[in-house]
């Protein structure tokens, strides 16, 4: 089944202590994206990624770091948790970013709840 | 800054067309209309996609006035399942980033 899976869906953890959200797309998609959704805020991007060793800030990717080295994984780093980080979020995959100016559909994943005390 | 404006919300019984209206009075000429859905915090789901003709897929249809400042997003035969927050979004950005800027939605409440 063609999908975004994320890892792990729900964490609580301290501020301060490193952590990594999994992203992994099983579609041969190049280009991948993180979102966090916060009440009143909406959707708004951190990172994405055009394809392989291909990654660039979005709208909020303070205190987020990202990498890219396979097609497949694109991990979200939080080297220093805050409670400002609480949050929903997504990780997204299309299968090309753009082709001149056509967009393509993202596919996102289930999203992961992280909690910051 | 969205730039879409859609309903807060709406209500649809079930087994009738749900009609959701959006409005993109500034979109330019080679921006696209997409149409997202996210039920209950889980990940957004893709519906459709315009740019200047009509479109229609097995989820819903796209009907995109003339001038392009609005569209609406057309669910034949609503069911409870289709209750979900629906976004409309312009393709700004779209041409070198892809980003999908998300606004408030509507969120349409499926009837029994």
């Known amino acids: 089944e063609a999908q975004v899976t994320q890892n792990p869906r729900y964490l609580i953890t301290v501020t301060g202590k490193k952590l990594t959200v999994t992203c992994s797309q099983n579609?041969?998609?190049?280009?991948m994206s993180w979102y966090r959704q916060d009440p009143g805020l909406g959707l708004r991007q951190i990172y994405y990624?055009?394809?392989?060793?291909?990654?660039d800030k979005g709208d909020v990717p303070e205190g987020y770091k990202v990498s890219r080295k396979e097609k497949r994984n694109f991990p979200l780093i939080l080297e220093s948790p805050s409670p400002n980080q609480t949050s929903l979020y997504f990780c997204?995959?299309?299968?090309?970013?753009?082709?001149?100016?056509?967009?393509?559909?993202?596919?996102f994943g289930p999203g992961t709840r992280l909690t910051v005390t | 800054d969205a730039k879409t404006t859609q309903p807060t919300s709406m209500d649809c019984a079930e087994g009738r067309a749900a009609n959701l209206p959006c409005n993109h009075s500034?979109?330019?000429?080679?921006?696209?209309v997409y149409w997202y859905r996210q039920i209950h915090s889980q990940g957004p789901q893709y519906i459709i996609h315009?740019?200047?003709n009509n479109e229609t897929n097995e989820m819903a249809s796209l009907i995109i006035t003339e001038d392009r400042k609005s569209s609406t997003l057309i669910l034949p035969h609503a069911t409870l399942r289709d209750t979900a927050v629906y976004y409309c979004i312009r393709g700004e950005d779209g041409g070198a980033t892809n980003k999908l800027i998300f606004g408030t939605g509507t969120l349409l409440a499926v009837q029994p």
């Open positions: 579609m041969n998609h190049e280009y």
């Open positions: 997204a995959s299309s299968l090309y970013g753009v082709i001149g100016t056509v967009p393509y559909e993202q596919y």
């Open positions: 315009g740019l200047k």
């Open positions: 500034t979109i330019s000429g080679n921006e696209y």
């Open positions: 990624s055009m394809n392989v060793e291909v990654t």
